[in-house]
């Protein structure tokens, strides 16, 4: 079976047949505390879904001492390019077959910049990310606000685990991620990007309770957590 351990914040370790990943690995800076980045040896993918400092976070170090490749939009990836790192660069809308499986960068509502010499650089366009493990596909969105194309998802990805920001101010909200959950259909939904600071102080709990009156199961990882599926 695939595993799923929760780092906090929107950081996930996500271990499976050909794949032992972390996606938008904010872990030394991470208030949660749950892991450093000198705890992944053994990886072969890091994917980001955009650049700010909460989701890029480690990704450049880790790749570049484990070897993992990082996997992101091309703006992104260029920019780990250019600080060392190996990369997979793609974009909105593409696909690709890696050995592990399928995957796919989708729309999300945000943006995606890295503050170097006190300015603001901007890279490219924010993203979810649909990762196949094991013939299962996981969404974690990233950042983003409520989306017409999160309808998509649930028409045609068939979503097994759908990693969903719940905090609000940067992000949705709780209202606003029940809704993206019944858009999108999951087996589960698991709410992410919350609590992490007080401007993202949001109950996990209270997101399971308008989901699930939407007919969405909903299973709460507290950070530190892992899941099999």
Not at 90 to 112: D, E, Q, W
Not at 144 to 159: C, D, F, P, R, S
Request: charged share 20%; proline share 5%; aromatic share 10%.
């Amino acid at each position: 079976m695939a595993k799923l351990w929760y780092l906090g914040h929107s950081a996930f370790y996500l271990e499976g047949e050909g794949i032992k990943a972390l996606i938008d690995p904010f872990l030394s800076e991470n208030p949660w505390k749950i892991a450093k980045p000198e705890d992944f040896k053994d990886l072969n993918y890091i994917f980001v879904t955009h650049a700010h400092g909460d989701h890029l976070g480690d990704a450049i170090e880790i790749a570049k001492k484990t070897n993992a490749v990082i996997v992101s939009i091309f703006e992104v990836a260029q920019y780990c390019q250019s600080k060392g790192a190996n990369i997979h660069a793609m974009h909105i809308g593409g696909t690709f077959n890696f050995p592990f499986g399928r995957v796919k960068l989708v729309p999300a509502s945000h943006g995606s910049s890295v503050i170097e010499d006190n300015k603001v650089i901007t890279l490219g366009s924010p993203c979810g990310v649909i990762i196949e493990v094991e013939g299962k596909n996981v969404y974690h969105a990233g950042d983003t606000g409520l989306i017409a194309e999160m309808e998509l998802l649930g028409k045609y990805e068939n979503i097994e685990i759908a990693l969903l920001p719940i905090g609000g101010n940067f992000t949705m909200d709780i209202k606003d991620a029940a809704i993206a959950s019944e858009l999108i259909k999951p087996k589960v939904a698991i709410p992410m990007h919350f609590k992490t600071w007080p401007i993202i102080d949001a109950e996990p709990e209270d997101f399971k309770a308008l989901a699930e009156k939407r007919g969405i199961n909903v299973q709460i990882l507290n950070p530190g957590d892992e899941i099999e599926f």
